[in-house]
């Protein structure tokens, strides 16, 4: 079946460390998505992609970095300048055109040790 | 910046009672995609409904429809008989190319 794997469910980073949070999708979507969730609250867009090779920072960019060198995959690194890393992160694609649904991954959940 | 504004931060519905989840948005452009989604304790996001800014109609989809005001800029998600499963947070979503969520809506079904 077709959809969105994100990886690990569970992660937890040291103090200074960077992490890599992983997302593929196998729907053949040219655009991906990823976004920051805290307790209790909405969805704040970090980077999205729309096509190989080109992304562009959403609201909340600083502290994190992507690549897109496939299509089929958007990891998204969580590097040490994120000094509140702690969250619900969720991996998102769509296909083409305005009506087409936005597909989720399970999301990984980010924890400072 | 373009936004989604859902006013309602928590709601309350009795079991088998319809409920109407605001939203509101900011837009510029002349075509757009609506979307709600409802996202249970898990954490996983559940795509609920769509409309398109040129759509004629009201979209409809078993139990949910989407009273869209487009002169007004809102999209009203409406939940009828409500059931115990459906207490969850519900989130408003504007496509102009980029996504643009709301805060959301949690909602709580009481028995």
């Known amino acids: 079946d077709g959809g969105i794997t994100q990886s690990p469910k569970y992660l937890f980073r040291k103090e200074g460390q960077n992490v890599t949070l992983s997302c593929e999708q196998n729907l053949n979507h040219d655009a991906m998505y990823w976004y920051r969730q805290d307790p209790g609250q909405g969805l704040r867009l970090i980077y999205y992609s729309q096509i190989v090779n080109d992304f562009q920072k959403g609201d909340i960019a600083e502290g994190y970095s992507v690549s897109r060198e496939k299509k089929e995959s958007f990891p998204l690194t969580v590097t040490s300048a994120q000094k509140n890393p702690t969250a619900f992160y969720l991996c998102?694609?769509?296909?083409?055109?305005?009506?087409?649904?936005?597909?989720f991954g399970s999301g990984t959940q980010l924890s400072v040790l | 910046a373009q936004k989604i504004t859902q006013t309602q931060p928590g709601m309350f519905v009795q079991e088998k009672e319809a409920v109407t989840l605001d939203c509101t948005y900011d837009t510029s452009d002349p075509s757009y995609g609506l979307f709600w989604y409802k996202q249970p304790s898990s954490g996983e996001m559940i795509f609920l409904i769509y409309?398109?800014?040129?759509?004629?109609q009201n979209a409809t989809e078993g139990r949910y429809s989407l009273n869209f005001q487009k002169a007004r800029k809102s999209a009203n998600l409406v939940i009828s008989a409500s059931q115990l499963g459906d207490s969850a947070m519900y989130f408003c979503?504007?496509?102009?190319?980029?996504?643009?969520f709301g805060q959301g809506t949690t909602l709580q079904v009481k028995p």
């Open positions: 998102a694609s769509m296909g083409g055109g305005n009506n087409e649904k936005l597909f």
């Open positions: 409309q398109g800014s040129y759509d004629q």
């Open positions: 979503v504007k496509n102009t190319g980029k996504l643009i």
